[in-house]
């Protein structure tokens, strides 16, 4: 069902191709390209490809220049020379080879084309072609470095195609709400005030990459611009957007950027096997329709996808996002005809397969009290509230 609100709706440009899904990182490793595929059936089932305000864009592999912007040379050679099956005995000084980030052909390749997703959505929100643009292959790189791969990155997406923004001129506001800190993006900007960086997640107390506390800030001329909200495990969706609500709209309002850039990662699902936060797919979602606000205030909106390993959470979440963008309203019931999750050889039971968009939501987690959840965000709100703040006359 189309939205009824009378504003015309804002053209979207999906930036997308299955060649994205096509490749595995290792037999056993969490992260499998196949969601995507999965998603792209799910999007093109809901009718959302069919919609006059919304454009499939064909991406472009990133340049070695583009790459180089953000990573170090010798580090981007070791990776061209490991994808093209050379040996390389000191892979490890790089992050390269770990069960995290195995090598494997190809990879510099599919890697530069999944960066190369992330700066067409940007080219093409930039150039005015698009109000928003969509890569979902993006984003999950959030943890490369300068000089090491990280977390299931090799290149770090949101870094390049934000410094080719910083370059044009613009002012890049990053709100990161996967489940885990976005390192690498907060580390690509840290000593710079044309960036502002936030990420929500669950607290480096508990899960990796074991950082992303509010005393991380910035340092130099960035001090201030960059925001964690570390959150409690089991944290649900209603505690989750009272911490969003405190911190996102105020900061970048008050920073008044040209651009805004979001990572939707969606392993913030209580179904997600490698994370503790306990989000539903309409939490989620209700976090795009906000981001979406602020994007329309902003005028130019570009989003990436993230971390996501539970494959029926990825295609809903996703999908209900690009409906979202779009100004659509989804039916409640996933279409009877998707049943690619089904065919899908990690998919333990027919029961696995979606029935709806939304979740009914978890339990309360048994080993974690809603109070002790509550004091542990409050006190995270409260140090947020002190040292950041008044930077921006909050």
Request: net charge negative; with cysteine; glycine share 10%.
């Amino acid at each position: 069902m189309r939205n009824s609100d009378q504003q015309p709706p804002p053209k979207v440009a999906f930036v997308y191709t299955d060649e994205l899904s096509r490749y595995r990182l290792s037999p056993e490793h969490p992260l499998r390209p196949v969601r995507l595929r999965h998603m792209h059936d799910l999007m093109h089932l809901s009718g959302l490809f069919d919609l006059s305000n919304v454009s499939v864009a064909v991406p472009r592999r990133a340049t070695r220049a583009e790459i180089e912007s953000a990573h170090d040379p010798e580090y981007v050679s070791i990776v061209e020379a490991i994808s093209n099956g050379a040996i390389a005995p000191g892979m490890g000084e790089f992050g390269l080879g770990t069960p995290d980030n195995p090598t494997r052909p190809g990879m510099y390749d599919t890697t530069a084309l999944c960066v190369g997703t992330t700066l067409v959505a940007g080219e093409l929100v930039l150039s005015g072609e698009a109000d928003i643009g969509f890569a979902p292959a993006g984003g999950v790189h959030h943890h490369a470095m300068r000089r090491n791969a990280s977390g299931f990155g090799v290149f770090n997406d949101a870094v390049i195609a934000m410094n080719a923004m910083v370059n044009a001129g613009l002012r890049v506001a990053y709100v990161d709400i996967d489940c885990h800190h976005g390192d690498g993006v907060q580390a690509g900007h840290y000593d710079s005030d044309r960036v502002l960086t936030i990420s929500i997640h669950e607290s480096g107390q508990w899960l990796f990459p074991g950082t992303g506390f509010v005393q991380e800030i910035g340092s130099g001329g960035g001090t201030g611009y960059s925001v964690n909200v570390p959150l409690a495990p089991y944290t649900q969706d209603a505690d989750w957007h009272v911490a969003f609500d405190a911190v996102v709209p105020d900061l970048i309002r008050a920073f008044k950027p040209d651009v805004l850039f979001t990572q939707l990662g969606i392993d913030t699902h209580f179904q997600d096997p490698l994370t503790h936060l306990s989000l539903t797919t309409q939490g989620f979602n209700l976090a795009v329709q906000k981001l979406g606000r602020l994007g329309a205030e902003i005028g130019k909106w570009v989003a990436v996808g993230g971390g996501g390993y539970d494959l029926s959470a990825v295609a809903r979440a996703w999908t209900m996002a690009l409906a979202t963008m779009a100004n659509y309203e989804l039916p409640d019931d996933v279409p009877g005809t998707f049943t690619s999750l089904a065919d899908d050889s990690t998919i333990e039971s027919e029961g696995d397969v979606p029935t709806k968009f939304a979740d009914t939501p978890p339990p309360p987690d048994e080993h974690s009290s809603l109070d002790e959840i509550q004091q542990h965000n409050a006190h995270t709100l409260d140090e947020i509230r002190s040292l950041i703040f008044p930077k921006f006359g909050l």
